[in-house]
């Protein structure tokens, strides 16, 4: 018996031959798309000796010699469909960036550019100025400069301002985000020492002006961007902070995260502090990232007084933490939407996400349950509680939509998943569900198409 299904086995060389195994070696290259082939073999040999392949016809074997060439001719880093939810989700890279900005990139890193070169003068010129004026313009600011990431921000401020020497920080804001930035161990990376001021939930102005000593650097203030305290809590205001930096001479900091620059509440949204309050507040320097609420690339940014930002431009540090020509040319088509907000709203990927209104959410979730039903998958639309994400919002949950799938929702989670393109859902109270909020217009009918035949071959 197991003789004759191993005689039924295809050769590599045969199956190389097949018309339709063409279309499929194009994408990759031949020694990959042999080995594909090998391997697909192989399991089925090896399925026959364990007695766990019985019978099988030869299409079986192609489609499983299919599915393994096209994930071997996939890159490792690849496009997933977000049917989580979480709009900005770090797991999933974020924010994605505009078509605009993705086409500057490719235009730019495809050919020489003027990255570090002063086409007015022909000599050298500095990669931070292509952006710095409009950043001011957006933010309210006197200077600014980049780093590679928002962590790398606050340690480049600590190591220039604070290096040996104290920063003051409330204790309810020593916060841990990601779980791999925490305050205090950048801090020390810094070679800052932390004067933790205040309780977890309350911390008043007069403890600030206590913990000042003639080694106090800097007063730093923290946005708690992933938890919240609730109840009997009291914090300081920038306002305050800044009153009693200037006091005392001392340097002020905000590390705001998020990077908000649009007011979320004039759009339904909770309330978040933008970068133009902070700015506005007095204080002296303000670190965000990048690819967070801001909706751009991956950095870290500092704005502020223009003395302090020198002083960083100057620090040997940011040549270590330095952005890429890729980022800039990421950052300066997303920040000249800013100049027009109605712009931003509408054109930046993770700002239309989250602004859109709950009927319009609704409506694609209705869309998606319709694709689905055409192709005879049985499912339903329903409310979800979708998340902003990004370390940004605690608690807070939006209104949104998707549809959830009939069937055992662990099995449909991984065929999801592991399919292609691979879908990353949800699973709620035993259903497994595809929130609408973060599937872009072009991915809808891919999912559907996913939708059915993942359902169609659990049947
Ligand atoms: C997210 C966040 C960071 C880290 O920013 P990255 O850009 O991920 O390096 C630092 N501080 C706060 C308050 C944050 O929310």
């Known amino acids: 018996m197991k003789k004759e299904l191993f005689k039924k086995l295809p050769k590599v060389d045969e199956v190389i031959k097949l018309p ?6 194009k994408n990759i290259d031949y020694f990959s798309f042999t080995e594909g082939i090998r391997e697909g073999i192989d399991r089925y040999r090896r399925g026959i ?14 489609e499983e010699i299919r599915g393994i060439v096209t994930k071997r001719s996939q890159f490792n880093l690849k496009n997933v469909i977000n049917a989580t939810g979480t709009v900005v ?31 007015e003068k022909g000599g050298r010129g500095s990669r931070y100025d ?24 606050v340690m480049l401020a600590l190591n220039e301002f604070a290096n ?28 800052t020492k932390l004067v933790e001021v205040g309780t977890t939930n309350r911390t008043h102005a007069r403890d600030y002006r206590k913990a000042i000593t003639e080694d106090t ?65 007095g204080i002296d320097l303000v670190t965000f990232s990048g690819d967070k609420l801001l909706g751009g690339p991956q950095l870290g940014v500092i704005v502020g007084k223009k003395k302090y930002i020198d002083r960083l431009k100057k620090n ?40 859109e209104a709950p009927e319009k959410v609704e409506a694609r979730a209705e869309r998606l349950h319709k694709l689905l039903t055409d192709r005879g998958v049985a499912c339903e639309a329903m409310e979800t509680e979708a998340t902003i994400g990004g370390g940004s919002m605690p608690g807070e949950t939006v209104e949104s939509y998707g549809v959830a799938i009939e069937g055992n929702s662990v099995e449909l989670e991984k065929a999801f998943r592991l399919g292609t393109p691979n879908i990353v859902g949800m699973i709620r109270n035993d259903r497994f569900i595809l929130d609408v909020k973060a599937i872009q217009e072009n991915e809808m009918e891919v999912v559907a198409e996913r939708a059915a035949e993942i359902t169609g071959k659990m049947k």
């Not at 309210?140 to 928002?150: F, K």
Request: hydrophobic share 40%.
């Open 20 to 25: 339709e195994m063409k279309e499929l070696a």
């Open 130 to 153: 292509h952006v710095e004026e409009l950043i001011c313009q957006v933010t309210g600011a006197e200077a600014a400069v980049l780093t590679n990431n928002n962590a790398a921000a």
């Open 164 to 191: 040996n020497g104290e920063a003051v920080v409330s204790r309810g804001e020593l916060v841990e985000i990601g779980g791999s930035f925490r305050v205090p161990d950048i801090m020390e990376l810094s070679g």
């Open 316 to 355: 040997q540090l940011l040549r270590a933490l330095r952005v890429s020509k890729m980022t800039i040319a990421a950052l300066e088509p997303t920040l000249r939407y800013y100049l027009d907000e109605r712009e931003a709203v509408a054109e930046i990927p993770t700002l239309r996400m989250i602004l």
């Open 217 to 281: 650097s800097m007063l730093l203030k923290i946005h708690t961007s992933n938890y919240k305290i609730i109840g009997f809590t009291k914090t300081v205001t920038n306002e305050e902070l800044v009153e009693i930096g200037r006091e005392n001479n001392v340097l002020t900091m905000e590390d705001l995260g998020s990077g908000v620059l649009v007011d979320f509440s004039k759009y339904g949204v909770k309330k978040e502090p933008t970068v133009q309050e902070s700015i506005a507040s």
């Open 89 to 119: 989700h770090t797991n999933l890279g974020r924010s994605l960036i505009s078509e605009k900005a993705a086409k500057n990139v490719v235009d730019v890193i495809t050919s020489y550019n003027n990255l570090e070169y002063n086409l």
């Open 49 to 62: 000796l364990e007695g766990n392949i019985t019978t099988f016809e030869k299409e079986d074997i192609l």
